[in-house]
């Protein structure tokens, strides 16, 4: 039997649809928006409300970090001081996590890196997100998977080898997870969403909860998703979709029988063919989002690769995290530079 307990509540497929407001920075780095945010998504009947954590100096290179972001959502003059800007402390973690328990709405946060699952699982969070760029991080996964606690797991930009491997890695850890369909696209548009990916996750994993990540801007999707069997949904959320930030514009609004009547037309091509694929529109996003395994410190040609010497960052753009065990163990055949990737051709056989 298909089942998923979060904080409590139990999901499976006699239930109703488990509701996540996806938060993310959407508060624009204000704690009162944060709490606004919070009390509007209990309000409208979600089950939990999360934000995203990101220990950003962890996170990205340093050239990746430092590069000059000039662009009307920004909030700051580089990447990372625009990343920066919008992340919370730990103080306001738990201003959040207690509002949140006095108004009865489920709290957590996507952990984007060791340092932030580090600091999540010191708040004791009652579930962690795993987000669409992180599908093919397997140590991360495992490292979060041995905390105990559900795991909700995006799909985004993978293929079912993907989701196999994670399946296959969790299992023998935690079994209290689901697995969300995904495009990371954003918005996604009608004929990107291959929403069929549902039913071929149900029939291929058929002890796990299946869900949807839905980027489609608009409501028709849910409905659609939910028929296919999908009992968790996380959908964008915001207080104003004008608002200054790339998320806001796709985020849920309630529409009018205008748009219902269109998104019934669009519900027919947006069921996909049931193959799940990377899309082409998903290449920059996730290069964005995705990891690689990269030096974690100069290294001499000739030197034998330890744990303490692969550091795994963003951007994807390089060996991807699964191959760690991979290249541990191997001797490199060239010098390399702190931050730079690692590549087989630079390792002896």
Do not use: W
């Not at 220990?55 to 909030?75: Q, V, W």
């Amino acid at each position: 039997m298909r089942q998923l307990v979060i904080d409590g509540l139990e999901v499976n497929d006699s239930t109703d649809c488990y509701v996540i407001a996806e938060i993310g920075h959407n508060h624009q780095g204000d704690i009162k928006q944060a709490r606004e945010l919070i009390l509007a998504a209990k309000n409208c009947g979600a089950n939990a409300a999360k934000l995203q954590k990101r220990d950003n100096r962890a996170l990205f290179t340093s050239e990746y970090y430092h590069r000059p972001y000039d662009n009307p959502n920004s909030f700051g003059a580089t990447y990372g001081d625009h990343r920066e800007f919008l992340e919370f402390g730990e103080s306001e973690y738990r201003e959040l996590q207690a509002y949140s328990k006095e108004i009865g709405i489920t709290f957590f946060s996507t952990a984007f890196d060791f340092p932030s699952a580090d600091f999540l699982a010191k708040l004791d969070m009652p579930a962690y997100k795993i987000a669409s760029g992180d599908l093919k991080n397997i140590p991360l996964i495992k490292y979060i998977a041995a905390f105990g606690k559900p795991l909700v797991i995006s799909t985004g930009g993978g293929t079912m080898e993907d989701i196999d491997r994670v399946y296959e890695a969790l299992t023998p850890i935690n079994k209290n997870f689901t697995i969300l369909q995904c495009t990371a696209s954003y918005p996604a548009q009608p004929e990107e969403m291959n929403l069929r990916v549902i039913s071929t996750l149900r029939e291929r994993f058929p002890d796990t909860v299946i869900g949807l990540s839905d980027h489609f801007s608009g409501i028709s999707m849910a409905p659609a998703a939910f028929v296919l069997g999908a009992r968790v949904m996380e959908k964008h959320f915001t207080l104003n979709r004008a608002m200054k930030g790339t998320d806001h514009a796709f985020s849920l609004e309630p529409i009018g029988l205008k748009k219902l009547v269109r998104d019934l037309k669009r519900v027919r091509k947006a069921l996909g063919d049931g193959i799940k694929v990377t899309q082409p529109v998903e290449a920059a996003p996730l290069i964005k989002m995705g990891k690689k395994l990269v030096a974690a410190r100069d290294l001499e040609a000739g030197h034998t690769l330890t744990r303490e010497d692969v550091a795994i960052k963003s951007p994807g753009d390089g060996l991807p995290p699964y191959m760690l065990e991979t290249v541990l163990g191997r001797k490199i055949v060239h010098p390399m530079a702190c931050d730079q990737s690692i590549h087989i051709d630079y390792l002896n056989d």
